[in-house]
């Protein structure tokens, strides 16, 4: 802790840091307030206890900071105000049950500075327009006196002038360098593929990575994760991981030749949304194959750190013809960038500046 670094009290309440079964938000709060522990905060994470979470927690007690659960918003109402009227600063994360009615208590409670972080900005955003009020209302927007996104770029504005926000700002994921980085592993795939099941990923999967594994019977392929439906027809090359926790990511990433990225198609009209798998392979100097959205240039540079693909023909010119120099290449340029930007250490500082600005 240096002198001229006030220490803050932080309350954060997002959907999981327990537990990573099928969402992607408990690896961001992980790392985030690891790194807010490191710099010298007080955080306390608020999550609700969840059945499906319940059977499925790999980090039940996660060894950094407080977390606690609670059952309902009676309980969090209940147990928490003092915390939440007394922090520094509250964050209440997208997804959060009833995330509606605990912003509301939240931005009526709070003394502090309080923040909602946006992980599904685009998602969000649709949600409004159709009038799905599910964890938050446009009438909350202006209440919060920060709104953490996921999504940079022109988004920006347009949650400060349609909704208005007071500050929007981005606060992209980001990657645990401790936890990614490369290592010796017996190779297995030439491709592969991490990644919640979601209708509208699903054609551009079926597009880069199944048709080219059709079309060359000698590759190997894997693709983990949960919730695809039994009527999917995989290709015989094709290996189906179920659920890979985060303690297995390293080792899948450094066992593929290359991984496959791909893109939401809200997050790809809005532009400015890396995903965290992104930056994981990147950390482990995987080379990526992805797909490509507005500002993919202020994260990776198409070329030189990341490969672009629309189909199975470049997907299968990058796995067959691409010199293993060049593929290493690719992989080093990338790790090199994430590290100098995109670290959950870079991130925790972008996040305790804009509270100091903000409280200033």
């Given at each position: 802790?240096?002198?001229?670094?006030?220490?803050?009290?932080?309350?954060?309440?997002?959907?999981?840091?327990?537990?990573?079964?099928?969402?992607?938000?408990?690896?961001?709060?992980?790392?985030?307030?690891?790194?807010?522990?490191?710099?010298?905060?007080?955080?306390?994470?608020?999550?609700?206890?969840a059945p499906w979470y319940a059977a499925n927690r790999d980090l039940p007690k996660p060894p950094y900071g407080r977390?606690?659960?609670?059952?309902?918003?009676?309980?969090?109402?209940?147990?928490?105000?003092?915390?939440?009227?007394?922090?520094?600063?509250?964050?209440?994360?997208s997804y959060v049950p009833e995330g509606v009615e605990v912003g509301r208590w939240v931005t009526r409670t709070a003394g502090g500075l309080t923040a909602f972080y946006d992980i599904d900005t685009p998602i969000t955003l649709a949600k409004l327009e159709d009038r799905d009020y599910e964890y938050l209302h446009p009438d909350l927007i202006a209440r919060y006196g920060l709104?953490?996104?996921?999504?940079?770029?022109?988004?920006?504005?347009?949650?400060?002038?349609?909704?208005?926000?007071?500050?929007?700002?981005?606060?992209?994921?980001?990657?645990?360098?401790?936890?990614?980085?490369?290592?010796a592993a017996e190779p297995?795939?030439?491709?592969?593929?991490?990644?919640?099941?979601?209708?509208?990923?699903?054609p551009p999967l079926e597009r880069m990575m199944l048709q080219a594994a059709r079309r060359w019977p000698q590759g190997q392929f894997v693709v983990a994760g949960p919730q695809y439906p039994k009527t999917i027809n995989w290709p015989a090359n094709v290996e189906r991981i179920e659920h890979l926790p985060p303690a297995g990511h390293?080792?899948?990433?450094?066992?593929?030749?290359?991984?496959?990225?791909?893109?939401?198609?809200r997050m790809v009209r809005a532009g400015y949304s890396p995903s965290v798998r992104l930056f994981e392979a990147a950390a482990c100097g995987t080379p990526i194959i992805s797909d490509?959205?507005?500002?993919?240039?202020?994260?990776?540079?198409?070329?030189?750190?990341?490969?672009?693909?629309?189909?199975?023909?470049?997907?299968?010119a990058y796995l067959r013809d691409m010199?293993?120099?060049?593929?290493?290449?690719?992989?080093?340029?990338?790790?090199?960038?994430?590290?100098?930007?995109?670290?959950?250490?870079?991130?925790?500082?972008q996040f305790e500046r804009y509270i100091m600005e903000l409280t200033a």
């Open positions: 802790m240096t002198a001229d670094r006030a220490c803050l009290d932080i309350v954060i309440a997002g959907l999981s840091i327990t537990s990573s079964w099928g969402n992607g938000h408990a690896t961001t709060y992980r790392s985030l307030v690891r790194e807010l522990i490191r710099l010298g905060h007080r955080v306390l994470f608020l999550e609700r206890d977390t606690a659960l609670y059952r309902d918003l009676a309980e969090l109402k209940d147990r928490f105000a003092a915390e939440v009227r007394d922090a520094d600063c509250v964050v209440v994360g709104y953490l996104s996921f999504t940079g770029g022109p988004t920006l504005e347009l949650i400060e002038k349609r909704y208005g926000s007071p500050a929007a700002r981005p606060l992209y994921c980001s990657v645990d360098p401790e936890l990614y980085y490369p290592q297995a795939w030439h491709m592969g593929y991490m990644g919640t099941y979601s209708a509208d990923r699903q390293r080792e899948f990433y450094n066992r593929q030749s290359f991984t496959l990225n791909v893109t939401r198609q490509s959205w507005p500002g993919f240039e202020t994260i990776l540079e198409p070329g030189r750190e990341v490969l672009i693909s629309r189909n199975a023909d470049e997907t299968l010199p293993e120099s060049d593929r290493r290449l690719i992989g080093q340029n990338a790790r090199r960038r994430i590290l100098q930007s995109h670290t959950a250490a870079r991130r925790a500082a």
